[in-house]
């Protein structure tokens, strides 16, 4: 019994020194990123006062792109969607909208919209897909294709319009996003003004929830008025403006978002395209391509720009937060597992070196030690092995590390791109980041633990996230 | 044993003090930033009403030049020269307002203070701005110095400050990235002949040792915004050794000869704006260099030359060995001056490579109605499967099917019978259905279900089922019940 008990307290014991480590890699990394880009943004903010997008639109040789919107059940946003990024400001563009075998009535509403013609047209399939069922064009909108398919899930569709994609560049766009006029022009910038090979560009994604819309534009950017929403918003700012700006600075940039990226096609098409193993996408092509380019011995460079902006509906209920985070957890688990050659490979320099690890051992596998911290700690406070005292100070400090954390990125946005002009919404953010770690942060940390447990298990579904149409 | 270190209660209290000492400071420096950004606005607001009347009214001229010089030299402030700048170039100028713009920045000595910031000189005006504006002499001073320099590069280049050139120029070998290539963005606004050379030496040295810090695309950029006038410089560059320097110089010209071809609807090549030299490295020697690339890009310039040797070196180029090289010649020869080349064109519609077959369709369809007889003879005639695909595919996308429906209505037995019968045997008949559906007269639907009501292709069952129960014409709905019923279609059987 006495070496059962000595078992216990040893378990115990590593326990808590593998939740304190836990703690101070994943807020000493998130500080360091938060140091990095709180210089890089500024700087980067700066230097907008000359990089405008001007030359940009008016080279001869700033190549041609492709927006690329997948959609599945879209009908209540997908004709606004269209008709906003019609009006994007991008000399050659052209825009595929790939309808996933919808059930709801979102083809018939984008041909009737725009006057659509279905044509018997050449399909040339170099990733594979599941069926094309109609092409439909408009020859006076030449630059408008849509391509209605079996349903293949998101991955599938995006694949179709990489077949038909003509451009070298195109960018994925989300069918419930908004785009920002310039923001493409914005995206292409490193790719056209590296002298690196530039194969993926992202940019920032923001909440679109309280936000007024007008002619598929944002007009007025205010707070939502969901708590929830609120959370989310501090969680993006914090995501985006540090965690990958951060990433970048190192060169270690091992997500972009699906919902508004620019990707090289043929890169994308030599890695072999998006696959259907992951449930995130966008994650898992930019680690296949980083996979691909160290065995194929090509030097390549993924690059985050802070200021091109693509507008989002976030989750309003716990329910679709829930799955959100979930399928986010899982694809994250998923990719990582599949690629763990990565792991420590100096091959992949900071991607191998920094970046994998940390997404690894904080992002994913953190989710279970800090899970399992809030049991087993007080589990050994019951035992008598952690000091009351001690354990009272150490989730203060969690808990105000996490604010100070939030607070940053809050200052951040602050001292570059003020999005917020209201006094009272930046208030709301200062308040929302700080209250973020007490309450909101568990729940979502309980999703995060749901969908590794997903991971484990082996399911595969996507969870669809359904929106209450901010966008009209 | 528990886990403990020693004075962790102390530790632990500490890191909780800092971060909370940090974290209230985090919050004070956003809402003070915000207060002072505010403030910033509101000023700038102020300058804004009050002054920028009055740079609009001097740009139009609607008030004396000397007179609104005066008002604006009565601006005041530690960040006078900041919020004059800001004022003179917030709106880009129209091409007839740079020159009294320039003489406005010169006069308000702001044209002397972008000269010296670009040099990396300390002046008066950044103290005077870093007195009032903290973030100013972050700007100004140290590693994040370059800022300021590529902002004055910028500004020069707005204002096209043509003595400003040989600073740039200088400004091509700046320690940082951003400001050589705003320089290079500045030096291809101004236009100055001479700088063009430096581009070209900083191209060609980019290409040889690619350079860390501009791209290769940057300064093609800026070298294509030259006019044809100055091409001539790149002589050497075409006569150069190595293969992709005379790729780009190549590149260049057609990328300047495009536009220029899409700005003057007869334009051509000829002695009077392309020297003869330049047409004979382009006839003799790029035409047929080792390099693919180059072949490829010459095409475009070709096409538009007006000796007369140009059009027998394109038809050579049509037969290249490379697919790309036979895509540019094709697309370069979408002119109608070459008509009398369509059946050489069409040639290319049987070409092993899409990308060609393509190309061919959209240059015969360029050539109008000559063109598209020559499509629809082609499609008829040949046996190649990819090129039928191909050809269908641009009649198609090129909205020529209800043209094709409208002109079969009105024929007997004509090539567009032809044309519309081989369509539906290969299975093209989406567009078809579409376009009869919408052609307003009957004869023309009750002779498409006379023709092709049999036809086994479901989508044209569907459609006679359609007629059957809901056209206006009640014969046609008496046809098209009468093939309906038809158990087997007739081709089918056979």
């Known amino acids: 019994m006495e070496e059962w008990r000595q078992v216990f307290y040893h378990a115990m014991n590593m326990f808590n020194v593998l939740i304190v480590s836990y703690f101070f890699l994943a807020n000493g990394t998130y500080t360091l990123l938060m140091i990095f880009s709180l210089v890089s943004v500024w700087v980067h903010n700066r230097r907008l006062g000359y990089l405008t997008a001007d030359d940009l639109r008016e080279s001869p040789v700033t190549p041609p792109a492709t927006i690329i919107m997948p959609a599945w059940n879209e009908q209540e946003v997908i004709v606004e969607s269209v008709r906003s990024i019609m009006r994007t400001d991008y000399p050659n563009l052209e825009i595929i909208v790939v309808d996933d075998g919808s059930t709801d009535d979102s083809l018939n509403r984008l041909v009737n919209a725009f006057r659509l013609i279905k044509m018997d047209l050449i399909y040339r399939p170099r990733l594979a897909t599941k069926a094309v069922r109609g092409i439909y064009v408009n020859p006076r909108l030449p630059n408008l294709v849509v391509i209605s398919k079996d349903n293949g899930g998101k991955p599938d569709a995006l694949n179709v319009g990489i077949n038909i994609c003509r451009t070298p560049y195109f960018c994925t766009l989300d069918a419930d996003c908004i785009l920002e006029r310039d923001a493409l022009l914005r995206l292409m910038r490193p790719i056209v003004k590296s002298p690196e090979n530039t194969v993926a560009s992202g940019g920032i994604v923001r909440i679109l929830n309280g936000c007024e819309v007008q002619d598929g534009k944002v007009v007025n950017v205010s707070m939502p008025k969901g708590a929830i929403e609120r959370f989310q918003v501090v969680e993006y700012l914090r995501s985006f403006l540090f965690g990958r700006t951060g990433w970048d600075l190192v060169g270690g940039t091992l997500i972009v978002s699906g919902a508004f990226a620019v990707f090289h096609r043929e890169t994308v098409i030599e890695a072999g395209g998006f696959l259907h193993d992951t449930v995130t996408e966008d994650m898992d092509l930019i680690v296949q391509i980083h996979r691909w380019a160290v065995h194929h011995k090509r030097k390549i460079k993924m690059s985050f720009t802070s200021d091109p902006v693509c507008w989002t509906e976030c989750p309003a209920k716990m329910g679709m937060l829930g799955r959100q985070r979930r399928r986010w957890q899982m694809g994250l688990c998923q990719t990582l597992w599949k690629s763990s050659e990565m792991l420590f490979n100096s091959k992949f320099k900071a991607v191998g070196m920094l970046s994998f690890p940390f997404h690894l051992y904080v992002e994913a596998l953190g989710s279970m030690v800090e899970f399992l911290g809030y049991f087993m700690v007080p589990l050994a406070l019951m035992f008598g092995m952690v000091p009351v005292p001690l354990f009272i100070m150490f989730v203060v400090l969690s808990l105000v590390y996490g604010s100070f954390l939030s607070v940053g990125s809050v200052l951040l946005e602050e001292l570059t791109y003020r999005r917020y002009p209201s006094v009272r919404d930046l208030m709301i953010l200062l308040v929302y980041a700080v209250l973020e770690n007490i309450g909101y942060r568990q729940v979502v940390l309980y999703y995060r633990v749901q969908g590794v447990m997903k991971f484990i298990f082996g399911f595969r579904q996507w969870e669809k996230v359904t929106h209450l149409g901010a966008t009209p | ?494």
């Open chain 2, 1 to 494: 044993m528990p886990f403990l270190i020693e004075n962790i209660y102390e530790v632990v209290l500490a890191i909780i003090i800092f971060v909370l000492l940090g974290t209230g400071a985090l919050v004070i420096l956003t809402i003070a930033r915000r207060q002072r950004r505010d403030k910033y606005f509101q000023r700038i607001d102020d300058l804004r009403q009050r002054y920028s009347p009055v740079i609009a009214s001097i740009l139009a001229q609607k008030i004396e030049y000397e007179r609104g010089l005066e008002i604006l030299r009565g601006i005041s402030g530690m960040d006078r020269d900041y919020a004059l700048e800001h004022l003179c170039l917030e709106k880009k100028p129209t091409p007839d307002q740079v020159p009294t713009l320039r003489k406005l920045c010169e006069d308000l000595g702001l044209v002397k203070l972008w000269q010296l910031r670009l040099r990396g000189g300390l002046d008066v005006a950044s103290i005077r701005d870093a007195l009032g504006r903290p973030e100013g002499v972050i700007q100004r001073v140290g590693t994040l110095s370059f800022l300021s320099r590529a902002k004055a590069a910028d500004n020069l280049g707005i204002i096209k400050h043509q003595p400003s050139w040989k600073l740039l120029v200088r400004a091509l070998g700046d320690p940082h990235a951003d400001v050589q290539a705003i320089a290079v963005r500045s030096l291809a606004s101004i236009q100055e002949p001479e700088s063009f050379a430096s581009l070209v030496s900083r191209l060609q040295e980019i290409i040889q040792k690619p350079s860390e810090t501009l791209s290769l695309r940057t300064v093609k950029t800026a070298l294509v915004s030259f006019p044809l006038s100055q091409m001539s410089a790149l002589l050497p560059s075409l006569r150069h050794t190595h293969r992709r320097v005379r790729f780009f110089a190549t590149d260049i010209i057609r990328e300047v000869v495009e536009r220029q071809a899409a700005w003057e609807e007869d334009f051509v090549l000829d002695a009077k704006n392309f020297p003869a030299e330049l047409t004979e490295v382009f006839l003799e020697s790029l035409a047929f260099d080792e390099n693919p690339d180059v072949r490829a890009r010459s095409s475009a310039v070709i096409a538009n030359l007006s000796d007369a040797r140009s059009t027998p070196v394109l038809l050579t180029l049509l037969e290249d060995a490379q697919w790309f090289v036979r895509m540019h010649a094709v697309r370069a020869m979408a002119k109608r001056k070459f008509l009398s080349q369509a059946p050489q064109v069409a040639r290319r519609l049987t070409d092993s490579h899409w990308t060609v077959r393509e190309a061919g369709a959209r240059t015969l369809l360029v050539f109008g109605r000559v063109g598209s007889e020559q499509l629809a003879q082609h499609f008829l005639s040949t046996e190649d499967r990819y090129s039928r695909e191909q050809i269908a595919d641009e009649m198609q996308r090129a909205g020529l099917v209800p043209t094709l429906i409208a002109q079969y209505g009105a024929e007997r037995e004509g090539a567009s019978t032809r044309v519309i019968d081989l369509m539906v045997q290969m299975g093209k008949t989406s567009y078809l259905i579409w376009a009869i559906e919408n052609n307003p007269s009957p004869e023309v639907r009750k002779k498409f279900l006379v023709h092709f009501g049999e036809e086994p292709d479901p989508q044209i069952r569907t459609w006679v089922s359609h007629v059957a129960s809901t056209d206006a014409d009640a014969a046609l709905r008496t046809l098209a019940g009468e093939l309906i019923r038809i158990p087997e279609p007739r081709r089918g059987e056979g």
